[in-house]
């Protein structure tokens, strides 16, 4: 060990994390929690990572947008009082949904795709076989277009056919099952309030929190949990072998003024795109009068930022006729890697980078060993890293 984890009355070992978004502040939370002295240092001048939100007038998410109820890390978060208030879609809501199909805007989804989330979710499918290889023998090829298409704004991905049949078909089933209620939800006040609520509870416990602190050399005077992006932790572990495979998309949100035309989430079945009206669950991001919306579109291989707006463009075009004329701010952006992990066939999450890296260093974040969906294996990382560091310091569990 390259550090002395033995706590004298005099010197208590510390657990330093590195990276304060959702990932770093559970592992505080959780470390903190079970009576370990915490310090999380923070790069940026704000918490938060991918799950801030802009200021207000307009409280747009920059990465988290719906978080999943039908989760354990959710449930980790209500138990403390951290999700704070958030809106499930309401029958109404849920029945002015559209979905883009053979180019045009459906009010339902297609047979093929309920006979597979309803009738086919008996079917186990294997690691090792593409999603398009396995379902192919089970389903019409429309219904499993129809079905990555509607996993659009879970996989951030331009073929997410490709990907491993088991992973595809859990996602599928958890977000895309026709139910109601929907599993998905809204926190109010975006994720910044999450991320606030989380800050609060760990300075609560006694966690210190410094921002504007980048660390560029590990402690080793304490456990450490890095809790940075995988790009970051590489460079911060040194470590080439920290890769996986993770989506990408261009995103433009938009506010508008409203009109009596303008729809509600529109799914993309034929490209994958999504667009959301955000302030339709939650008015009070944007100001009386104005509308809020958030689109994505998964980049084709090669494909320009520009080209994938123009065809995100054509999504908005059905969800809120005329929308070019009535913006009244706007933003886009290209997210590349930044939407967690995806697996290959023959790869499962428990293949992702470990999270016990030995010596007493520990990796969370959204692509490593961890199970869930987007944030959920931040969440789920973070507090297995904070059982196994605390682990390391005996003298200061309660
Ligand atoms: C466009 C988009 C849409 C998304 N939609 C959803 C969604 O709808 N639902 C969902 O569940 N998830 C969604 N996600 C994923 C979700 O945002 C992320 O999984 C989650 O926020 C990742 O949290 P994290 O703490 O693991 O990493 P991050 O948020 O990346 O946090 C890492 C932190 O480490 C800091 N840091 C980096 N290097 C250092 C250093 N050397 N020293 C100190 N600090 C450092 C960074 O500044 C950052 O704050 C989305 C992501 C994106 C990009």
Not at 157 to 180: C, I, N, W
Not at 244 to 255: F, I, P
């Amino acid at each position: 060990m390259p550090f002395d984890f033995k706590v004298s009355e005099t010197r208590m070992a510390n657990i330093t994390i590195v990276g304060g978004g959702l990932a770093g502040l559970t592992a505080a939370i959780s470390c903190a929690e079970k009576g370990a002295r915490v310090t999380v240092h923070e790069a940026h001048s704000t918490l938060g990572g991918r799950a801030r939100s802009t200021p207000p007038p307009y409280v747009t998410n920059d990465g988290t947008h719906v978080f999943y109820r039908n989760g354990e890390p959710w449930r980790w978060l209500v138990e403390r009082g951290l999700a704070g208030s958030y809106v499930r879609l309401t029958w109404g809501e849920v029945m002015r949904m559209r979905f883009r199909r053979r180019g045009r805007l459906r009010s339902s989804l297609p047979a093929g795709y309920l006979r597979m989330t309803l009738l086919g979710r008996r079917r186990v499918p294997p690691d090792d076989r593409s999603f398009r290889d396995w379902a192919l023998d089970h389903f019409s090829e429309q219904a499993v277009n129809d079905s990555v298409g509607f996993l659009g704004p879970v996989l951030y991905d331009a073929d997410p056919a490709r990907l491993s049949a088991s992973f595809v078909f859990e996602r599928l089933l958890r977000v895309g099952t026709p139910r109601f209620p929907l599993p998905t939800g809204y926190v109010l006040g975006g994720w910044g309030a999450v991320i606030d609520r989380m800050a609060s509870r760990a300075r609560e416990l006694g966690v210190t929190i410094a921002t504007n602190s980048r660390v560029t050399e590990l402690p080793e005077d304490g456990p450490v949990i890095v809790a940075t992006s995988l790009d970051a932790a590489r460079a911060l572990l040194k470590d080439q072998t920290l890769q996986w495979e993770s989506g990408v998309s261009a995103l433009l949100d938009v506010v508008l003024t409203p009109s009596q035309r303008d729809g509600n989430a529109t799914f993309d079945m034929d490209e994958g795109g999504f667009v959301g009206h955000y302030s339709e669950h939650d008015p009070s991001l944007v100001p009386e009068g104005e509308t809020l919306w958030q689109g994505q579109m998964p980049m084709r291989p090669g494909e320009s930022k520009a080209a994938a707006l123009t065809r995100l463009g054509t999504l908005y075009d059905l969800a809120a006729p005329d929308w070019r004329d009535r913006i009244r701010w706007q933003r886009d952006y290209v997210s590349r890697g930044r939407t967690g992990a995806l697996d290959l066939p023959g790869f499962t999450w428990r293949d992702r980078p470990a999270i016990d890296r030995g010596d007493g260093v520990f990796l969370v974040g959204d692509s490593v060993a961890a199970p869930g969906i987007l944030a959920e294996a931040s969440i789920n990382s973070g507090r297995t890293a904070a059982n196994l560091a605390v682990e390391l310091v005996p003298a200061v569990r309660v």
